[in-house]
Nanobody, 117 residues
């Protein structure tokens, strides 16, 4: 059974940094695309970043240059390094993994990130 579990969220001042982690079990992350999404209160869930199985990355314009997605295949863990955080980055952050159809079919429960000004 596939399980994705996020960690590393918390409260930070604007300009600070956080590193989110997503530990996978029952699933080998290096074989599939992985991504991060976020949802702020009262807003729809939005895509943040993706890393393809071959390692290429892509980012939403709102986080480009500030966030970095990466993975450690030996630990079967996905990361999101977030620097220069802004209050508008406040959201619940979700890890997602692709299925065989290359659709984000597996989701973690989320970790809360709060950025204060």
């Amino acid at each position: 059974q596939v399980q994705l579990v996020e960690s590393g969220g918390g409260s930070v001042q604007a300009g600070g940094s956080l590193r989110l982690a997503c530990a996978a079990s029952g699933y080998t992350i290096r074989l599939y695309c992985m991504g991060w999404f976020r949802q702020a209160p009262g807003k729809e869930r939005e895509w943040v970043a993706t890393i393809a199985s071959r390692g290429s990355t892509s980012y939403a314009e709102s986080v480009k240059g500030r966030f970095t997605i990466s993975q450690d295949n030996s630990k079967n863990t996905l990361y999101l390094q977030m620097n220069s955080l802004k209050p508008e980055d406040t959201a619940m952050y979700y890890c997602a993994g692709c299925n065989e159809r290359r659709i984000f079919g597996y989701w973690g429960p989320g970790t809360q990130v709060t950025v204060s000004s």
